[in-house]
């Protein structure tokens, strides 16, 4: 059973960063799709920041265009999620998963708290 861990969350004011960390408890499912997901109260689970390894390419919400960037570390078996320039709408549970087929993400972590106050 893989087990993906996020660490790194935390409150901050307006305009702050965090740097989100998650690491999987094998090394292989970091060469699969990774990627970043939050959920707000009262709201449905959107997808922040997503690594598809099959075409290579780095998906990032609107909402976090120029603001976050995810990137890997390797050496840690981990992805972060470098996020800047922080708002309140920012304020939300964040999750990582691995692990992508047919549309079904499999593996999940537990989440980090991210609190943004203006």
């Known amino acids: 059973q893989v087990q993906l861990v996020e660490s790194g969350g935390g409150s901050v004011q307006a305009g702050g960063s965090l740097r989100l960390s998650c690491a999987a408890s094998?090394?292989?499912?970091?060469?699969?799709?990774m990627g970043w997901f939050r959920q707000a109260p009262g709201k449905e689970r959107e997808g922040v920041a997503i690594?598809?390894?099959?075409?290579?390419?780095?998906y990032y919400a609107d909402s976090v265009k120029g603001r976050f960037m995810l990137s890997e570390a390797r050496a840690k078996n981990s992805v972060l999620l470098q996020m800047s320039s922080l708002k309140p709408e920012d304020t939300a549970m964040y999750y990582c998963?691995?692990?992508?087929?047919?549309?079904?993400?499999?593996?999940w972590g537990q989440g980090t708290q991210v609190t943004v106050s203006s």
């Open positions: 094998e090394y292989t499912y970091i060469e699969y799709s």
């Open positions: 998963a691995a692990y992508l087929v047919g549309g079904k993400w499999y593996y």
């Open positions: 690594l598809y390894r099959g075409n290579r390419t780095t």
